[in-house]
């Protein structure tokens, strides 16, 4: 007898917020934060690659401190490969992983220079292939260099993302692909800056500040923190 053919289960998607609150939500962050930008600090788009690289485990305040001076001497793989690895070691010394970061800098370079003509590329596949480059990373430059509609999921997108209901995902690949399939083509543009600055500032790891959220009422998240200026008596009879 033969046997029945077995279907195929699709896996189901987490349910989102829907078109219209998604474009809410989005419109809502768009008047908050009109012209949203990175807040690394960069020259062009070789020193953005860098700075970015760099970011992986430390702040962007941290990395702004490193870069500050290496950046003023060397804006171009050119430039940097004269300080060697050692030289760039000496700027980066106070953020994590500092030594793999200036090893990664200089092969960075050096493929730049010896495939790309010093230029940086600005295909996804062509970034991931400098030494460094993740995804992410080179989402961010995509975006933020490029004006690419590129949307890389650190830990504050995807805590936003999913405490929000806007693209919820169990990991950052996941996300974006909500993210890119959830997100109208109007925001796309500043939705990593939106949603990254959002959770960075407002939708906070531990503690997120809703009484301050201009997206609260959209918002899926059931513990929502109270205003803790609030007295108890102003919150009404409990009963």
């Not at 970011?55 to 003023?72: H, I, M, P, R």
């Amino acid at each position: 007898m033969a046997k029945t053919p077995t279907k195929t289960r699709r896996k189901r998607r987490s349910p989102t917020l829907g078109p219209e609150k998604t474009a809410q939500l989005y419109a809502a962050l768009a008047e908050d934060r009109p012209a949203p930008e990175t807040e690394l600090n960069y020259h062009n788009p070789f020193t953005l690659v860098v700075a970015v690289a760099l970011s992986a485990q430390a702040t962007d305040v941290g990395v702004n401190k490193a870069t500050k001076k290496l950046f003023e001497i060397a804006d171009t793989p050119e430039a940097m490969l004269t300080l060697g690895e050692e030289g760039v070691a000496d700027h980066i010394k106070t953020i994590g992983l500092w030594r793999n970061k200036a090893k990664n800098v200089i092969a960075l370079c050096e493929l730049l220079i010896e495939e790309f003509g010093g230029e940086v590329p600005q295909t996804r596949d062509e970034l991931t292939r400098l030494p460094g480059v993740g995804r992410k990373t080179a989402n961010v430059v995509l975006n933020e260099a490029f004006g690419q509609p590129t949307i890389a999921v650190d830990t504050h997108i995807f805590r936003v993302s999913n405490r929000t209901g806007l693209a919820p995902g169990k990991n950052p690949d996941e996300v974006e692909d909500q993210l890119e399939r959830v997100t109208p083509d109007e925001f796309k543009k500043g939705a990593h800056h939106w949603l990254i600055l959002h959770g960075r500032y407002v939708c906070v790891a531990r503690k997120p500040k809703c009484w301050l959220c201009t997206i609260s009422d959209i918002c899926k998240f059931k513990d929502k923190t109270p205003d803790p200026a609030r007295k108890e008596s102003d919150l009404g009879p409990k009963d």
